[in-house]
């Protein structure tokens, strides 16, 4: 694509753009009047306008049925309500239908799936993951290590960039690898980075992990909903995701996990086990002796959150109808554009720390503001730019801006827009 530095080009891009109609089944928040420019779908989705109509239907069914409506309902019954989200996942993580299921939150999930995949032995007991890690996942694996008895400051391999360089190389994560591998018990690593936006290449990753003897899990969070997956193909042991970024799900949306079919069929796997993870036609008899179900479904633990996986089958079904695919191609174009917009303004200002190949990241850029980072973003947000600030990792540096142009509902002008805004408050 040769993209020019113009209004016009942004114009005549969405007008021709396949998926310009999704942006109208979604509610944009007004500035003054008008559409925000909403680059922050790697914080939180915009809500789908279907979703008040998914949510009112179970209201009704709760309203008119109660209890009866786990097996009663006239839409979906509580009982299954977690298998309609399953074909959609599927094909967003690159999955069998069995190998995924939607259920309590991230932070959660890692910590049910690190019960089952992090098992530590005197031999074998490191995580390895990148240093900067999301939170969520910082205190998890701290946590777990320390359960188990081991000294995080030991137990821990943090991946970090060469000096001078923002993003890790793969080869150096397959070298790290390497070099523990007597020692490592799991690799986990995000699909996509959030805070520079990195791709990781999770089919060497993984094989690289496997051959060290090592589970190899991924935390999804801002890579589901935003690229192409293939878990099932790659051979990953698990991962886990939110919904409430690029799913739209809803702030705190029902999280979700894949489990490759080759641990789902070993009844034998350590996990903490709940009623909802039991054998489904031997449920309700309450019975002891704990009978997982096949697939990731054996991880259940309680009965849905109805209403909360209502807005979450609300947005997926809009995925299923475009496909990952579609939206991945206008996703390249989009973040595309700006990246070419961008590159136009002065190293001394504005440096791109996500990476310049389209294969090693998704719709999201990080930009290192390099003074007075705090005073542009504020200009933005009057201008009624919504996007995310992070303090600087650098004393130096003025922080950094990360915008999300989601192909769902962002335009090629909302890209030009903002690329003025910005260019105009570097300048002041």
């Known amino acids: 694509m040769r993209y020019k530095n113009s209004v016009d080009f942004a114009e005549a891009m969405d007008q021709k753009d396949p998926l310009k109609s999704y942006r109208r089944q ?15 779908g790697n914080s939180l989705g915009l809500q789908p306008k279907t979703v008040k109509q998914f949510i009112d239907q179970e209201l009704s069914n709760w309203q008119e049925l109660a209890v009866e409506g786990h097996f ?9 309500y977690h298998k309609h989200s399953k074909e959609v996942l599927a094909r967003l993580v690159g999955a069998k ?3 995924v299921v939607s259920m309590n939150n991230l932070t959660s999930n890692l910590h049910f799936m690190m019960v089952s995949f992090y098992r530590p032995v005197k031999s074998r007991y490191k995580i390895l993951m990148e240093e900067g890690a999301f939170p969520s996942d910082q205190y998890a694996v701290e946590s777990q290590i320390k359960y188990h008895g081991y000294d995080p400051k030991k137990a821990l391999v943090e ?8 993003i890790l190389r793969t080869e150096d994560i397959i070298e790290a690898i390497k070099a523990e591998s007597d020692s490592l018990a799991m690799v986990l690593l995000p699909g996509v980075q959030y805070f520079t936006g990195q791709w990781f290449d999770i089919g060497q990753i993984t094989k690289a992990g496997h051959q060290a003897g090592a589970y190899v899990g991924y935390d999804l969070a801002h890579a589901i909903g935003n690229v192409p997956l293939q878990l099932h193909n790659y051979n990953v042991d698990f991962a886990v995701w939110c919904s409430y970024k690029y799913l739209n799900s809803g702030p705190g949306g029902v999280s979700g996990i894949f489990v490759h ?22 449920r309700f008899k309450m019975q002891k002796g704990f009978k997982p179900m096949q697939g990731a479904d054996g991880w259940q633990l309680s009965n849905v959150n109805v209403l909360g996986s209502a807005a979450h089958l609300a947005s997926l079904e809009i995925f299923g109808e475009v496909g990952i695919e579609a939206l991945r191609e206008k996703s390249l174009l989009l973040t595309g554009f700006a990246e070419f917009l961008l590159q136009s303004i002065s190293d001394e200002k504005l440096r791109i720390l996500t990476p310049e190949k389209e294969n090693e ?3 999201q850029l990080s930009l290192l503001i390099m003074k007075n980072g705090k005073e542009v973003f504020n200009q933005l947000t009057e201008q009624g730019v919504i996007a995310d600030w992070r303090e600087p990792n650098l004393a130096e540096h003025g922080g950094v801006i990360r915008i999300a142009p989601v192909p769902l509902y962002n335009t090629f002008n909302d890209i030009y827009k903002f690329y003025q805004i910005l260019k105009e408050a ?3």
């Not at 979604?26 to 922050?40: A, E, M, Q, S």
Request: proline share 8%.
């Open 26 to 40: 979604f509610h944009i928040p007004k500035h003054n009047g008008n559409d925000c420019l909403y680059f922050t």
């Open 261 to 282: 079919e080759k641990h789902g069929h070993n009844s034998g796997i350590p996990r903490f086990a709940g009623w909802w993870g039991h054998n489904e036609d031997e």
């Open 72 to 80: 009663k309902s006239k839409t979906r019954p509580w009982f299954h």
């Open 426 to 428: 570097l300048d002041e």
């Open 361 to 363: 990241r998704g719709c």
């Open 97 to 99: 239908p069995m190998e």
């Open 159 to 166: 991946l970090h960039p060469r000096e001078g360089e923002d």
